[in-house]
């Protein structure tokens, strides 16, 4: 069983950055795959990034490259969100998923864990 917990949500102004941070129980933190997802206001949930355990091959959403980061601390049980230039249409809640297994997906589907989400908004 893992655990996964989100934090670092708020409001930013366009422009701005905010880094999220999802912390996960487990001592096998390390073999599991971890994506971010998130999901506006009357809309599906859609994915943003995902790492593998190693973190050789990662993943991004176009609508995100470039501009948002990814990355694990397998000594912290952590994977990070780095988020720059963000825009209006980022807002959503943000939400952290671990996988079974070393590679990523881009499905929410695939993932066994998910967190209780973390609210991001960006003003105008």
């Known amino acids: 069983q893992v655990q996964v917990v989100e934090s670092g949500g708020g409001l930013v102004q366009a422009g701005g950055s905010l880094r999220l941070s999802c912390a996960a129980s487990g001592r096998t933190f390390s073999t599991y795959a971890m994506g971010w997802f998130r999901q506006a206001p009357g809309k599906e949930r859609e994915f943003v990034a995902a790492i593998s355990w190693s973190s050789s091959t990662i993943s991004y959403a176009d609508s995100v490259k470039g501009r948002f980061t990814i990355s694990r601390d397998s000594a912290k049980n952590s994977v990070y969100l780095q988020m720059n230039s963000l825009k209006p249409e980022d807002t959503a809640v943000y939400y952290c998923?671990?996988?079974?297994?070393?590679?990523?997906?881009?499905?929410?589907?695939?993932?066994?864990?998910w967190g209780q989400g973390t609210q991001v908004t960006v003003s105008s």
């Open positions: 998923a671990a996988r079974q297994g070393r590679d990523y997906s881009t499905v929410g589907n695939d993932y066994n864990y």
